[in-house]
């Protein structure tokens, strides 16, 4: 087995490990509901991905569970036709 001559000092150890460190995951906020994803996968929350259900999510979930997950989606549904009624209302405003 080979064996070095003369030891190496910390910074060659350093440069050489320089590439092993942890990286941050890149996260992105849901379009939906607004959570914190991981990119290009569908929201764990509501089961959306690029605009369209891909799981329904409150299958999976209990009765209880169940129904706060609905009011939250029917509250945030509300929400965002809301503001769209808003900004078309602006917009026929200034024209």
């Not at 000092?9 to 996260?27: F, G, I």
């Not at 992105?28 to 369209?52: D, E, F, N, S, W």
């Amino acid at each position: 087995m080979a064996v070095p001559k003369s030891r190496h000092c910390k910074s060659r150890r350093d440069r050489r490990r320089s590439h092993l460190k942890l990286e941050v995951s890149a996260l992105v906020a849901c379009a939906r509901c607004g959570k914190m994803i991981l990119t290009h996968r569908a929201c764990p929350a509501c089961g959306y991905y690029k605009g369209r259900m891909v799981v329904n999510v409150l299958e999976k979930v209990e009765k209880s569970e169940k129904k706060k997950r609905e009011k939250e989606i029917q509250i945030k549904e509300k929400e965002t036709k809301k503001q769209e009624n808003l900004s078309l209302k602006e917009l026929s405003k200034k024209a």
